[in-house]
């Protein structure tokens, strides 16, 4: 039997945790990823992976946080182009 009170106060962010873990775990084991976690990763697979998470978390930050702000007050705060774009600068 489902606990209708558990599925009411089940939060977004609750939902889209557990809605997206699969694709997370999915995510973290591809090679790429599992490069930037070795501990002999080299500047230039760091550098790769940056590129490749740049334009993903670009198009989100555009097109998805705009429509998150009365979900999350503190979306704006949780932008992280700059710091890649830094990183990728270096």
Known sequence: M???NAVC???FLD???NNTSQ???NLENLPVSLS???PAVTVNE???YLNLMYAVIKDLE???FPCLEGVIPDIGERRKTGFLEN???V
Request: avoid cysteine.
């Open 2 to 4: 489902i606990n209708e």
């Open 9 to 11: 106060n089940e939060t």
């Open 15 to 17: 939902r889209l945790k």
């Open 23 to 25: 694709s997370h775990t």
């Open 36 to 38: 930037i976690v070795n």
């Open 46 to 48: 760091y550098a790769h």
């Open 62 to 64: 555009e097109n998805i």
């Open 87 to 89: 990183d990728l600068e």
